[in-house]
């Protein structure tokens, strides 16, 4: 849970928006947790995963995987039991990734 924490924190300091945690553990062998969040730019999408990245790596975890780095408007990043989406608006509006998740437990975030 510190993990999910430190990624939601460097979210929320990157300026992202609607930055929610979900457990997903019960429901799919994918991972434990789902951390996602909004961006409003492109500029912004890259600044929200380097932060993540940096602080993670501050504790000598990196990503197993990255996807949409360049150019695109979902960047997956892949923590083994944890993975994130970092999403455009527009992106995460269409996908809606806590509908077709609904069974999954949000997790409350303490942001600062």
């Not at 077709?100 to 069974?103: G, N």
């Not at 437990?105 to 600062?112: D, F, H, Q």
């Given at each position: 849970?510190?993990?999910?924490?430190?990624?939601?924190?460097?979210?929320?300091?990157?300026?992202?928006?609607?930055?929610?945690?979900?457990?997903?553990?019960?429901?799919?062998?994918?991972?434990?947790?789902?951390?996602i969040?909004?961006?409003?730019?492109?500029?912004?999408?890259?600044?929200?995963?380097?932060?993540?990245?940096?602080?993670?790596?501050?504790?000598?975890?990196?990503?197993?995987?990255?996807?949409?780095?360049?150019?695109?408007?979902?960047?997956?990043?892949?923590?083994?039991?944890?993975?994130?989406?970092?999403?455009?608006?527009?992106?995460?509006?269409?996908?809606?990734?806590?509908r077709?998740?609904?069974?999954a437990?949000?997790?409350?975030?303490?942001?600062?």
């Open positions: 849970m510190e993990r999910v924490q430190m990624i939601a924190q460097a979210m929320y300091d990157k300026k992202a928006k609607n930055i929610i945690a979900l457990d997903i553990s019960e429901i799919t062998s994918l991972g434990d947790y789902f951390v969040c909004s961006c409003s730019s492109d500029a912004q999408l890259r600044a929200c995963t380097d932060e993540i990245e940096e602080k993670l790596s501050e504790i000598n975890i990196d990503p197993m995987h990255k996807e949409g780095y360049n150019g695109g408007t979902w960047i997956l990043m892949d923590y083994g039991d944890i993975i994130v989406h970092v999403m455009l608006e527009e992106t995460r509006e269409f996908y809606s990734l806590e077709l998740w609904t069974d437990k949000e997790i409350t975030l303490e942001l600062k």
